[in-house]
């Protein structure tokens, strides 16, 4: 079955430390994204891209980095300046450039930062 | 820009009981409008789109109708059950000046009680 998959499910790491997420999607999708939820808020964009080897900021990109060597995979690094990372991080994908494409999402990995 | 608002919850209903959770939306071109659900643990599912003025997308019993008079895509269920407790997100798809973009509601939680 076609999907995304993010690991790990849960993720515990110690403030001052990077950490790096994994999305990866059997889609064949050309777009993927990644979005933070937090507790009674919508989703919030960090990074997407529209392409191998391109990627453009979201909403809320600062003490973020991603990277998009191959169509399958967008890993999300969360450095030590992200000032607030314990939150849930949800990657999508779509198919492309096409307002009426619907985003795919993987199970989330629940960050927790101390 | 474009914002997604809709109604705070929690919402909670009996078994059996009709269903409307509203959204409105504020946008500068022409988005598609999507209703996405959220169980407890996972990602985001679609669960309806409608992608012109005056479409209706239907789902499982959940249908929502794209309003351009009102700027509005209200989901509707004419019977809830258990099975539907989870948080349900509007979300518009527009072009913007980076690409594509979807932009969510804060999210409306749902329980629906035996």
């Known amino acids: 079955d076609g999907g995304i998959t993010q690991s790990p499910k849960y993720l515990f790491r110690k403030e001052g430390q990077n950490v790096t997420l994994s999305c990866e999607q059997n889609?064949?999708?050309?777009?993927m994204y990644w979005y933070r939820q937090d507790p009674g808020q919508g989703l919030r964009l960090i990074y997407y891209s529209q392409i191998v080897n391109d990627f453009q900021k979201g909403d809320i990109a600062e003490g973020y980095s991603v990277s998009r060597e191959k169509k399958e995979s967008f890993p999300l690094t969360v450095t030590s300046a992200q000032k607030n990372p314990t939150a849930f991080y949800l990657c999508a994908s779509s198919i492309g450039a096409r307002v009426d494409s619907p985003l795919h999402f993987g199970n989330g990995t629940r960050l927790t930062v101390t | 820009g474009d914002s997604v608002t809709q109604m705070e919850g929690p919402v909670t209903l009996s078994e059996e009981a009709f269903l409307t959770i509203n959204c409105t939306y504020t946008?500068?071109?022409?988005?598609?409008l999507f209703w996405y659900v959220q169980y407890p643990g996972e990602g985001l599912q679609l669960l309806l789109k409608?992608?012109?003025?005056?479409d209706k997308g239907s789902n499982k019993g959940f249908e929502a109708t794209y309003r351009k008079e009102t700027t509005s895509f209200h989901l509707e269920k004419g019977s809830v059950q258990v099975s539907d407790s989870a948080v349900y997100f509007c979300?518009?798809?527009?072009?913007?000046?980076?690409?594509?973009?979807?932009?969510f509601g804060a999210g409306t939680r749902l329980f629906v009680k035996a």
């Open positions: 946008a500068t071109g022409y988005p598609s």
């Open positions: 889609l064949n999708h050309d777009a």
């Open positions: 979300a518009l798809s527009d072009r913007g000046t980076g690409g594509f973009k979807t932009i």
């Open positions: 409608a992608t012109k003025a005056d």
